[in-house]
């Protein structure tokens, strides 16, 4: 296992040849790549990597708020879409191995209320404690992030990682482990739904959040070309965000290179974004993904 630490970018590589590469801002996974080099998620040419906005790719993570500030819930009103963790710049906290047949290597990051900017600590004002893990191994990459409470007040939170997988065409990427659910169509005037059609396919902008109906265990499986290629397995993660910007929305976006990025890319997105989580003091609220290479 080699670790570069550069100051703004934690990479690791095992033995075998699969590697991971973080960004220290929003400890954002910008990189995970197979023995053979071929890399799975999908990062825009343009994005920034300097911490003053999201990364436009790789697995960016979304927390206290997921989506626009609303006035509907003061607490978290004057925060950026998506919160501040995605931007913050974290702290690399070391690694741990397991060498032997199953080497796999866990990067440990965190954050917490006195790395952020006065600004950010004005518009929500409470004391949190985050702890990231990135665990690699031959099959599969696992993300958990464990939220503590460090403060007196009680909080409400969200959170999600939206990771953008990278597919080879768009048009044939189908996703199961919908079947019977409901999701909100965000494209279509936010309509509650029922998945009637599955797998789900995509022939133009995708915008929808799912709350699977059998649960966080069942795994969302991405196929394309005909073939699965991602296993998505959640815990404490009840949602699923459905995302492809498509033709015209990813020429509106600055940061989205090449504009034709959306014929090879789809987020799906694990997240408990469905009302609040309150954490109250001392408390943790621990959620993870694994994603298995098919
Ligand atoms: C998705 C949301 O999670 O993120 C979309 O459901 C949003 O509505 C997308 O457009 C990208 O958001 P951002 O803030 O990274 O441009």
Redo the contacts with the bound molecule.
């Keep these: 296992v080699t670790i570069s630490d550069d100051n703004a970018r934690v990479a690791a590589l095992l033995p075998t040849g699969e590697s991971v590469e973080v960004l220290l801002f929003g400890a954002t996974v910008l990189s995970w790549k197979d023995a053979a080099g071929d890399e799975k998620l999908w990062l825009s040419e343009a994005s920034k990597l300097d911490g003053s906005k999201?990364v436009?790719g790789g697995i960016?993570i979304?927390f206290p708020l997921?989506?626009p500030p609303n006035a509907d819930h003061p607490a978290t009103s004057k925060l950026p879409?998506?919160g501040f963790a995605r931007t913050a710049r974290w702290e690399y906290l070391g690694k741990s191995t397991s060498e032997g047949s199953s080497s796999s290597v866990k990067l440990d990051f965190g954050l917490s209320s006195e790395n952020l900017d006065d600004a950010t600590r004005a518009a929500w004002p409470y004391k949190f404690g985050l702890l990231y893990s990135v665990t690699l191994d031959r099959e599969s990459l696992n993300t958990t992030l464990v939220i503590s409470n460090q403060g007196d007040e009680s909080f409400d939170l969200q959170t999600?990682l939206?990771t953008y997988f990278r597919v080879k065409d768009i048009t044939s990427v189908r996703i199961s482990g919908f079947e019977d659910s409901s999701y909100v169509d965000?494209v279509d005037g936010a309509k509650a739904k029922t998945e009637a059609s599955a797998p789900v396919t995509f022939s133009g902008e995708a915008?929808r959040?799912y709350t699977p109906a059998k649960g966080p265990g069942h795994p969302v499986i991405v196929s394309d070309d005909g073939q699965p290629r991602f296993r998505i397995v959640r815990d404490n993660l009840d949602q699923v965000?459905i995302?492809n910007?498509w033709a015209d929305?990813a020429e509106g976006?600055s940061d989205f290179v090449p504009k034709s990025g959306y014929k090879n890319m789809v987020?799906v997105?694990a997240g408990s974004v469905k009302g609040w989580q309150k954490l109250d003091k001392s408390d943790t609220f621990e959620a993870a993904q694994t994603i298995f290479l098919s």
Aim: glycine content about 10%; charged content about 25%; some cysteine.
């Design positions: 999201g436009r960016p979304v997921f989506g879409q998506h999600l939206h965000k915008d959040v965000v995302w910007p929305k976006m987020c997105e």
